[in-house]
């Protein structure tokens, strides 16, 4: 066939594919995307704020623009529930990239209202006396300086703080935003990496005790590519298994109601690619979580990073992570149910007596807190492991009440300081209660939350994910967590020991007076402890409206 003939042939086969084949163009609701849309767009602007806004007047504006934005997306996602989008109009957005349903609105609350808490505590500068006339903060002078060189002595000595830490925590809100809402698997991988990244730079920036804040962030950073890389191998056998990343098809092919095709035909054959690939997904979201034996991390990492950084990710984390781990198993995968539950009943005895029981021999204030979060992992597991509605509305009330407890512990720690900054070995705690009995009674306010002592949250929540997983049938998960709770209880007691029946040394560390910021924070934690624990009722019920996932 001569070229000129050729010609018109293929261009009349181009116009073809292009009549019956039109690229859809993307419909996006902003409107139901706006607590997302907020965060980044104010992530953005702290970004110019570093590159353009004098340095003796950055501090006030990041404070200032994260605060208000955190808010302004906390009254957007109070406005979508208000309009019926957490209930009856529940529905996917962002064609079939992100879910706006019940459990996505309260956990993205939770979040923000943990991110607004978490800004007082980074901007927190009245704790470690003054350097060369300047008021400092717990962020190292200059992150990009070698600890103990000239450069970094040179910043400390001009008073500059890091304060691109505000725009850092912003797009790890963000990302956080997006994980529990994730309605496909390539957005919750996008999302795993907008989130965790920011937190691999935050927690190497401590200005005291650089080197093992460094170290920290190294091995947060090793280990979550490693998690990172399981997510997304199991994400390509997922695809390979049913040839969608989205929730609702895969669903569908697992099910057998999808219509079948010659290449559905072929993988679904074969279980095992869904099986290893289920496997490899769930192992890099029970790294985000701190389960056993995914936990090496969190003690290493928890005391090395800097205290407010400690505060946000032992709490905002754990939200965003069980978030997505719930969406997994119960939108794409209930029926799997007898595969994946064995395994999470493994994990979950593991985690909670393993947490309890290493925590015992800890002497450090911030590794005893690692290990409790760990205990507590295995807690909420309990719940998740339920499979019914009330394990879904129990794990939303827990996550809720535990993240407040979590940051108003962390917020104490910063407040006990000696010469070398915080003093977090637990012998320096002895005798605190006689020397400052308000911090000490605080202090011991959250660990009793922490041991699930009736009154306190802790009581309230332990109560909801063991009566979920004794209804779900998961009653000898109830036994061993009844067991790890008393073998907790023990060290959190000895801690409240040590602090009010103690003598005080007369070297012992100082309790340094807090600027409103800190207070806040403080008294948010306590107050929230105390209201989930003498009246969880209301609570209860809004987590159980916001309990339904759309699909």
Excluded at 376 to 397: K, Q, Y
Aim: proline share 5%; hydrophobic share 55%; charged share 10%.
């Amino acid at each position: 066939m001569s070229a000129s003939a050729t010609g018109p042939a293929v261009h009349s086969l181009w116009t073809a594919a292009a009549s019956t084949d039109k690229f859809p163009s993307p419909h996006i609701e902003y409107a139901q995307l706006s607590p997302v849309l907020i965060i980044f767009g104010v992530a953005a602007l702290g970004v110019l704020v570093e590159a353009f806004v004098p340095r003796r007047t950055r501090y006030a504006a990041q404070v200032a623009l994260a605060a208000v934005g955190l808010a302004a997306s906390f009254a957007a996602v109070v406005a979508l529930a208000e309009k019926g989008y957490g209930t009856t109009k529940a529905h996917i957005a962002a064609m079939g990239a992100v879910a706006v349903d019940g459990p996505a609105l309260f956990l993205q609350g939770t979040i923000l209202l943990v991110g607004l808490v978490a800004v007082f505590t980074f901007a927190e500068r009245r704790l470690d006396p003054r350097a060369h006339g300047n008021r400092v903060d717990s962020f190292a002078a200059q992150a990009s300086a070698v600890p103990g060189s000239d450069q970094e002595k040179a910043a400390v000595r001009a008073g500059f703080t890091s304060t691109e830490v505000f725009p850092l925590l912003m797009f790890a809100v963000g990302g956080m935003l997006v994980f529990p809402a994730a309605n496909d698997l390539l957005t919750l991988f996008v999302a795993l990496e907008v989130f965790s990244l920011p937190l691999y730079i935050l927690c190497a920036l401590a200005r005291r005790n650089r080197l093992m804040s460094q170290e920290a962030a190294v091995k947060y950073f090793l280990l979550g590519a490693f998690s990172s890389a399981f997510l997304l191998f199991g994400i390509a056998l997922l695809y390979g298994y049913s040839g969608t990343v989205t929730y609702g098809g895969i669903s569908s092919v697992v099910d057998g109601t999808a219509p079948m095709t010659a290449a559905l035909a072929d993988t679904t054959g074969n279980d095992a690619l869904l099986l290893i690939g289920l496997a490899m997904v769930a192992m890099g979201l029970l790294f985000k979580v701190g389960a056993v034996p995914f936990h090496m991390w969190t003690p290493d990492v928890y005391q090395g990073a800097p205290t407010p950084v400690t505060g946000f990710m032992a709490s905002a984390t754990k939200v965003a992570a069980f978030g997505a781990l719930l969406r997994l198993l119960y939108v794409v995968l209930p029926g799997m149910r007898w595969d994946w539950r064995p395994v999470m009943w493994g994990v979950a005895i593991l985690t909670m007596l393993a947490g309890a029981v290493i925590a015992v021999t800890q002497t450090d204030v911030k590794r005893l807190l690692a290990y409790s979060s760990i205990a507590h992992a295995g807690f909420i597991l309990a719940g998740v492991i339920a499979t019914t509605p009330s394990g879904i509305s129990s794990v939303l009330f827990y996550l809720a009440a535990y993240s407040f407890v979590t940051l108003g512990a962390f917020a104490v720690v910063t407040l006990v300081r000696d010469a070398g900054g915080e003093a977090t070995h637990l012998s320096r705690w002895a005798g605190l209660g006689r020397r400052s009995p308000l911090v000490a009674a605080v202090f011991a306010v959250f660990l009793l939350a922490f041991a699930g002592i009736p009154l306190t949250s802790g009581f309230a929540g332990k109560f909801a994910v063991f009566k979920a997983a004794s209804e779900g049938g998961a009653m000898p998960l109830v036994v061993v967590g009844v067991i790890s709770s008393a073998i907790a209880a023990f060290f959190y007691i000895r801690v409240i020991v040590l602090m009010f029946f103690s003598e005080p040394k007369p070297d012992g560390p100082t309790v340094a007076v807090p600027s409103p910021l800190t207070s806040t924070a403080i008294a948010v934690g306590v107050a929230v402890t105390l209201v989930l624990g003498l009246a969880p009722q209301y609570f209860l019920d809004l987590a159980d409206k916001a309990g339904v996932f759309v699909r």
